[in-house]
C-alpha cells in the first residue's frame, strides 16, 4: 500500500517525524537500522548529516542522498502513530488523490453545504484542508489509497 509522505523532520536521538497525505504522523525511530545497514552508520560519525532528511520526489520516501534512502513502506509499517493536533486532516489536493475526485468536486461541496466550513473544511490562505473522517462520510473509504501511480 502506498502511503505518500508528506512531510518529514528530523527528531533528537535518531528519530523521524513523519506526516503522511493521509493525515497521519509517525515517529520512525531510525536507530535499528545502524546495526543492519552499514551506510546508517554515517550518523554516528556525522550526526548532523541527519538533519539533511528530505522527503524523496512523489513522497514515495525520505532520502538524505543519492545512497541513502528510507520508502515510504517502511516508515508506514515501523513508524510508531504520533497523535498530533493535525491528524485526519489534509490538502484537497490530497483527498481528491485519495478519493479518485475533482477537486471542483469538493469545492462545490462545499458551496452546497455537503462539507461545511469551520466544521469539515477550513480554508487557510489559498489552501483548503479537509477532514478524513468529513471525506469517509460523504465519499466512503478511499479508492486510491492502496495504489501507486
Known amino acids: 500500500m502506498f502511503h505518500k509522505v508528506k512531510n518529514v523532520f528530523a527528531l533528537p536521538d ?40 528530505q522527503v524523496d520526489n512523489g513522497g514515495y520516501g525520505v532520502i538524505w542522498n543519492d545512497d541513502l534512502d528510507l520508502s515510504c513502506d517502511e516508515l508506514w509499517e515501523h513508524g510508531a502513530k504520533a497523535e498530533t493536533p493535525f491528524d485526519g486532516l489534509m490538502a484537497f489536493g490530497d483527498a ?6 475533482n477537486e471542483s468536486t469538493l469545492r462545490k461541496a462545499v458551496k452546497y453545504g ?9 480554508k487557510f490562505g489559498k489552501q483548503w484542508i479537509v477532514s478524513t473522517l468529513a471525506m469517509k462520510r460523504e465519499y466512503g473509504e478511499s479508492g486510491k489509497a492502496g495504489s501507486r501511480k
Open 114 to 122: 455537503k462539507l461545511i466550513q469551520g466544521v469539515d473544511v477550513c
Open 14 to 53: 535518531l528519530r523521524l517525524s513523519v506526516q503522511f497525505a493521509e493525515g497521519v504522523t509517525k515517529i520512525y525511530d531510525v536507530k535499528p537500522l545502524l546495526k543492519r545497514i552499514p551506510a546508517f552508520g554515517v550518523f554516528l560519525k556525522e550526526p548532523e548529516r541527519f538533519e539533511d532528511v
Open 96 to 101: 481528491t488523490e485519495l478519493w479518485g475526485l
